[in-house]
């Protein structure tokens, strides 16, 4: 399996950014697909995840009602769509394909993308 994240870049507080990250080397039915991120000096932390097929989504509550995780199965691609963005939001951001749950076990990830927002 490999995953290709990008996305993100230089933003401003309260804009929007979009992440794509593009799977594939596999079926991803039984898949769990999250966003992850880390920030300098911290450690990496769940931000969304989805089940590749049912479709069903979980957040940190850190995100929630600001981000949206979705996928398109045709293209094998999970986005995040992130909005209302804060300067805590900047980190580099990782997609992840994983079996076991929504925010742990995941067993492939993607390079990283710098989502930056300044104040």
């Known amino acids: 399996v490999q995953l290709q994240a990008c996305g993100g870049g230089l933003g401003q507080a309260g804009g929007s950014q979009r992440l794509s990250c593009a799977a594939s080397?596999?079926?991803?039915?039984?898949?769990?697909m999250g966003w992850f991120r880390q920030a300098p000096g911290k450690e990496r932390e769940f931000v969304a995840a989805?089940?590749?097929?049912?479709?069903?989504?979980y957040y940190a509550d850190s995100v929630k009602g600001r981000f949206t995780i979705s996928r398109d199965t045709a293209k094998n691609t999970v986005y995040l769509q992130m909005n209302s963005l804060k300067p805590e939001d900047t980190a580099v951001y990782y997609c992840a394909a994983g079996t076991s749950s929504f925010t742990r076990g995941y067993g492939y990830w993607g390079q990283g993308t710098q989502v930056t927002v300044s104040s």
């Open positions: 989805i089940s590749w097929s049912a479709g069903v989504k």
């Open positions: 080397g596999g079926t991803f039915s039984g898949y769990f």
